[in-house]
């Protein structure tokens, strides 16, 4: 029955503040994307787009977002599936100082990539913020989260620029830019994509020598990565890139909690 079930459909939803990604699994491939921005009408539009996407058996549902809106998110995911679990355990020994305090999205990314790689891995994550997390892999045994750093991502620190200074404007920033700019613009996009490839190579460098995890590979997420790709950020370290990396971990941590087996690997 266990096997039967594991086949079946599941979706996992990532709720932010203004901000809700929700992705479709099946036979361990993410087979449908729906990313929702700002909160007007944001139950009303998950569930449509829910509606309009089959059968679901689980839904495996992790938030950060206010206790009025998580609530009304979850009712709508709730009455579209069969089975509803939040905040799965990630499944790790979380070995931070104070566990309460790690945000559950750098623990589903940790677990995601120890099911991808099987293996120790240094797990970079770019989007609004840059993560760069240690987790150890031992064969038998639950994996361990050790910590790691986290710092702004490309748009924040574009924002905290033109809020902190008063002569410089607002810039969309890019990836890839070119290290010499020619006029206030090009500075600040070089100043940030430059400045987040040093900073991501120096953590992950410093965090896997502190980790004791020197030879392990980078495993890189998150909705800004190409900043890291645009040139290559990690020459010397093997990297995988997993653009569903959190969700991949919160679906195998949710299929835990409902004790069905994970359908890959």
Same mark, same amino acid.
């Given at each position: 029955m266990a096997g039967e079930r594991s086949a079946l459909r599941g979706l996992t939803v990532d709720l932010g503040n203004t901000r809700c990604k929700v992705r479709?699994?099946?036979?361990?491939?993410? @087979?449908?994307?729906?990313?929702? %921005?700002?909160?007007?009408?944001?139950p009303e539009r998950v569930g449509s787009w829910l509606a309009g996407n089959g059968a679901i058996e689980w839904a495996f549902v992790s938030s950060v977002a206010s206790p009025q809106l998580a609530e009304r998110v979850i009712g709508v995911v709730r009455s579209l599936v069969r089975t509803l679990c939040e905040a799965p355990d990630p499944g790790l020994e979380n070995l931070c100082r104070v566990p309460s305090q790690v945000g559950l999205d750098r623990l589903y990314g940790a677990? $995601?990539?120890? %099911? +991808?790689?099987?293996?120790?891995?240094?797990?970079?994550d770019l989007g609004t913020a840059l993560t760069v997390d &240690?987790?150890?892999?031992?064969?038998?045994?639950?994996?361990?989260? +050790?910590?790691?750093?986290?710092?702004?991502?490309?748009?924040? @620190?574009?924002?905290?620029?033109?809020? $902190?200074?008063?002569?410089?404007?607002?810039?969309?920033?890019?990836?890839?830019?070119?290290?010499?700019?020619?006029? *206030?613009? @090009? &500075?600040?996009?070089? $100043?940030?994509?430059? $400045?987040?490839r040093g900073a991501a190579r120096s953590l992950v460098e410093g965090v896997a020598r502190?980790?004791?995890?020197?030879? &392990?590979?980078?495993? +890189? *997420?998150?909705?800004?990565?190409?900043?890291?790709?645009?040139?290559? &950020?990690? *020459?010397?370290?093997?990297?995988?890139?997993?653009?569903?990396?959190v969700h991949r971990g919160l679906f195998i941590a949710?299929?835990?909690a409902v004790g069905s087996p994970a359908p890959w690997g």
């Open positions: 479709v699994w099946e036979g361990g491939r993410c @087979q449908a994307r729906g990313d929702f %921005e700002g909160l007007a009408r944001l677990r $995601g990539a120890l %099911e +991808l790689l099987g293996s120790s891995a240094i797990v970079v &240690a987790v150890l892999h031992r064969p038998g045994e639950r994996g361990s989260f +050790l910590g790691g750093a986290i710092a702004p991502g490309p748009e924040l @620190q574009a924002r905290s620029l033109a809020e $902190g200074a008063a002569r410089l404007p607002l810039v969309e920033p890019i990836a890839g830019p070119p290290p010499l700019g020619r006029d *206030t613009e @090009q &500075a600040i996009r070089s $100043g940030i994509g430059e $400045g987040l502190q980790a004791g995890l020197e030879e &392990a590979p980078v495993v +890189l *997420t998150g909705g800004a990565r190409r900043f890291l790709l645009e040139p290559h &950020a990690f *020459t010397d370290r093997p990297l995988r890139e997993e653009a569903e990396l949710g299929l835990e």
